[in-house]
């Protein structure tokens, strides 16, 4: 089931086996949740296998390069910035840098079973008015997919025990998020972020420590060494070129930074791959 809007706005549902056939749909430009409804789901995600339960829900951008071994039933939401842009409505969602665009492996949900409930119940609204057609309908599903990501996010936080800390410290750490997924082929210092978000590297460093997340200076490279890998498996670029494109002034200074966060060489990495 989908919806398409007079400017470009798409969002579709589906739920049963077509997971391949829904991801590849031919919308490059749209946000993903994935809600697995059986055991024994294995993906590859940029390079990194996933093995997901049942009830286990993730959340992909358009970048992210999916290879399904093995999937059984599960549900799927896809949407685009035009029919609802988490960046311009972030101050009511707030799952910029959390859900979506958060430099590092896509985040996988568990929801607890009182959370099950309520998605359940938020699913079928989503449902109810994609099946209406009447002049108010891309409005209702937009209020419904609020409601949608928002439970997520809930469901994320609680997880990483983000909901028992200052928000405004949360806040810091999703756009510090958002700025590395935005400017990590540039920007491979923490100070470089420190700058645009007008805080000192050490109120970033001791903020990230609170909330027991990696340190910036991880989160930076985690990001350049999933994005070096997703090109090594997935494109043709020699290793180069890789380099260049990740900000790398030579080929010596990529290598050495691949091996010491991969344990693998790049060519080696791309052998494997193969």
């Given at each position: 089931?989908?919806?398409?809007?007079?400017?470009?706005?798409?969002?579709?549902?589906?739920?049963?086996?077509?997971?391949?056939?829904?991801?590849?749909?031919?919308?490059?430009?749209?946000?993903?949740?994935?809600?697995?409804?059986?055991?024994?789901n294995e993906l590859e995600i940029d390079g990194v296998k996933q093995s997901l339960g049942e009830n286990s829900v993730l959340t992909l951008i358009p970048q992210n390069q999916v290879r399904i071994s093995k999937a059984g039933a599960c549900k799927v939401l896809?949407?685009?910035?035009?029919?609802?842009?988490?960046?311009?409505?972030?101050?009511?969602?707030?799952?910029?840098?959390?859900?979506?665009?958060?430099?590092?492996?896509?985040?996988?949900?568990?929801?607890?079973?009182?959370?099950?409930?309520?998605?359940?119940?938020?699913?079928?609204?989503?449902?109810?008015?994609?099946?209406?057609?009447?002049?108010?309908?891309?409005?209702?599903?937009?209020?419904?997919?609020?409601?949608?990501?928002?439970?997520?996010?809930?469901?994320?936080?609680?997880?990483?025990?983000?909901?028992?800390?200052?928000?405004?410290?949360?806040?810091?750490?999703?756009?510090?998020?958002?700025?590395?997924?935005?400017?990590?082929?540039?920007?491979?210092?923490?100070?470089?972020?420190?700058?645009?978000?007008?805080?000192?590297?050490?109120?970033?460093?001791?903020?990230?420590?609170?909330?027991?997340?990696?340190?910036?200076?991880?989160?930076?490279?985690?990001?350049?060494?999933?994005?070096?890998?997703?090109?090594?498996?997935?494109?043709?670029?020699?290793?180069?070129?890789?380099?260049?494109?990740?900000?790398?002034?030579?080929?010596?200074?990529?290598?050495?930074?691949?091996?010491?966060?991969?344990?693998?060489?790049?060519?080696?990495?791309?052998?494997?791959?193969?």
């Amino acid at each position: 089931m989908e919806y398409k809007g007079p400017i470009g706005e798409y969002f579709s549902m589906n739920s049963g086996h077509g997971i391949s056939q829904w991801l590849n749909d031919g919308r490059d430009d749209a946000l993903t949740v994935l809600w697995f409804l059986e055991n024994g789901n294995e993906l590859e995600i940029d390079g990194v296998k996933q093995s997901l339960g049942e009830n286990s829900v993730l959340t992909l951008i358009p970048q992210n390069q999916v290879r399904i071994s093995k999937a059984g039933a599960c549900k799927v939401l896809r949407f685009n910035k035009d029919f609802f842009c988490i960046i311009n409505h972030d101050s009511e969602v707030g799952c910029k840098g959390l859900l979506f665009y958060g430099s590092r492996v896509v985040p996988v949900l568990r929801p607890s079973s009182d959370e099950l409930e309520i998605y359940q119940a938020v699913w079928k609204m989503m449902e109810y008015e994609l099946k209406s057609s009447d002049q108010l309908q891309q409005e209702m599903l937009q209020t419904v997919l609020k409601r949608w990501l928002l439970l997520c996010a809930r469901t994320y936080k609680r997880q990483s025990k983000m909901d028992q800390v200052d928000h405004g410290q949360v806040d810091l750490v999703r756009e510090y998020n958002f700025l590395v997924e935005q400017h990590f082929k540039d920007k491979h210092a923490v100070s470089d972020y420190a700058e645009l978000l007008n805080k000192s590297p050490k109120t970033l460093s001791n903020t990230f420590k609170k909330l027991n997340q990696d340190s910036p200076l991880q989160i930076i490279r985690n990001r350049i060494a999933i994005e070096a890998k997703r090109l090594l498996r997935y494109t043709e670029q020699n290793v180069s070129e890789i380099a260049y494109e990740l900000g790398f002034n030579d080929l010596q200074s990529f290598s050495r930074f691949f091996k010491k966060q991969v344990n693998l060489s790049p060519s080696d990495f791309r052998v494997e791959g193969v």
